[in-house]
Structures are given as C-alpha cells and as structure tokens.
C-alpha cells in the first residue's frame, strides 16, 4: 500500500508542469509575450490578436525609423 501510495506522489510530482513563458503567445517578433499585465521590467507596445498586452523587455527597443533627413547647416 506505501509503494502505490510513493508510485501515485511521485508521478504527481513529475507530471506538473511549472508555469513558464512557453504557455504565453508571442509577439514582437519573437521578442515579447502576450499577456494580461506587463512587469515592471517590461513595456507595452501593442495589443495582441486577443487584446491581450504586448509586452516586451525594456532592453529592447524598436530600430528607429530611418528617414534620410538631412539637415544643411547654414
């Protein structure tokens, strides 16, 4: 009775499966994850497919824009 009781535990215990990035959509090209709310080490750039928040880490940031203004100085 013991042994089915361990067998049960630890199948329990090897069958969760911890909660992780894997279970959230992504976004922003790879680089962010959907979700309900943003950390504090995270940004909101757009809203997902679902309306869910796009949120992506601080360090990345979008490339600019380059428009080839030049300015002449006079």
């Known amino acids: 009775m013991t042994q089915l009781l361990l067998l049960i535990v630890a199948l329990l215990v090897l069958g969760h499966v911890p909660p992780?990035?894997?279970e959230f959509k992504q976004c922003w090209k790879g680089q962010g994850a959907c979700?309900?709310?943003c950390t504090r080490h995270e940004t909101y750039?757009?809203?997902?497919p679902d309306a869910s928040l796009c949120?992506?880490?601080y360090g990345i940031r979008p490339l600019p824009l380059n428009l080839n203004l030049k300015t002449e100085s006079v």
Request: one cysteine or more.
């Open 45 to 48: 750039m757009h809203m997902c």
């Open 20 to 22: 992780g990035r894997s």
């Open 55 to 57: 949120c992506v880490a």
């Open 35 to 37: 979700g309900t709310y």
